[in-house]
C-alpha cells in the first residue's frame, strides 16, 4: 500500500546512512520453476538481532530465471528501495519491470524503536488505523502469537476501494515486538483493480497463495546475535 510504506513512514527518514546485511538465498540455478515443497528463506541482521523470513513466490521466479546470468551480471532481479536513520530503517522489494508509484507486488521489512514498549493491540491498532481511512471496505483478520524472544501478531487486509479508486489490495504483515522496544514489521502486497472482498475470483492471488503466505509468515523467527 504507498500510501503506508511511503507516506506516513518515510516523513521520519531524512538521510540514507544503509549499512545493512541482506543474506543471499542459495537456489539451483537449473530449477525451470519453483518447487511449491522448498520454503526459500531470507535472513537479515537488524539492531542485533536476526531476522529470518520467507521469500515471496514472485521473488523467488525472479531469482531462479535470473540464475544462469549472475555470473554476468551483479544486478538484482528485482528492484530495492533501503533507507535508514538511526534507530529506524525501510526496506522495500518490487519486480523488476514494475515502479515504486506503480506496482502489484510488494515485499518490505521496517524496524524502529518505539519510546516505549507497546502491546500487542496498540500496534495492531496503529497499523489497522492506514488501512481504516484508505479503504472503502476492509476485512481483518489476525492470529496472535507469543514466542520464545517475542509476541507478535500477524495481520492480513483486504481492502477495496483503495483512495477512492478502483484499485483493491491484500496485505499479509507479521509485526514483532521485542521487550526492548524494537518494532520489525514484515510485509507482502498484492494491488489490482476490480478487487471485491468476498469475490475470490477478483482478488490478486489465489486464495490458495494467500493461506500459504499466512503460514509461511507464521514462521518468522526473530533472535539476539550471539555475543562472542
Known amino acids: ?80 528501495y533501503r533507507k535508514e536513520v538511526p534507530g529506524q530503517i525501510i526496506i522495500e522489494m518490487i519486480p523488476k519491470n514494475e515502479t515504486f508509484e506503480n506496482w502489484t507486488h510488494l515485499f518490505a521489512i521496517l524496524a524502529y524503536h518505539a519510546p516505549k514498549t507497546p502491546t500487542v493491540t496498540q500496534m495492531q491498532n496503529i497499523s489497522r488505523s492506514i488501512f481504516i481511512k484508505s479503504c472503502k471496505k476492509l476485512s481483518i483478520s489476525d492470529q496472535v502469537f507469543t514466542k520464545i524472544t517475542h509476541k507478535a501478531t500477524l495481520e492480513t487486509y483486504i481492502c477495496s476501494g483503495l483512495d477512492d479508486s478502483q484499485e483493491g ?26 478487487l471485491q472482498i468476498n469475490d475470490p475470483t477478483t482478488w490478486p492471488i489465489s486464495r490458495e497463495t494467500l493461506k500459504t503466505t499466512q503460514k509461511e509468515f507464521a514462521d518468522i523467527s526473530i533472535y539476539p546475535i550471539p555475543k562472542l
Request: hydrophobic share 40%.
Open 1 to 80: 500500500m504507498q500510501i503506508y510504506s511511503h507516506n506516513f513512514y518515510l516523513q521520519a527518514l531524512s538521510r540514507l546512512t544503509l549499512t545493512i546485511l541482506i543474506c543471499s538465498v542459495v537456489y539451483a540455478t537449473n530449477m525451470p520453476e519453483v518447487d511449491q515443497n522448498t520454503k526459500f528463506v531470507g535472513q537479515i541482521h537488524l539492531y542485533n538481532n536476526v531476522v529470518n523470513f520467507p521469500i515471496p513466490i514472485w521473488q523467488q521466479k525472479a531469482m531462479l530465471a535470473n540464475g544462469s546470468r549472475q555470473s554476468k551480471s551483479s544486478d538484482q532481479p528485482y528492484k530495492t
Open 169 to 194: 489490495e491484500i496485505m499479509v504483515k507479521y509485526i514483532g515486538i521485542l521487550p526492548n522496544g524494537l518494532i520489525i514489521n514484515i510485509y507482502q502486497e498484492w494491488k489490482s483493480k476490480g
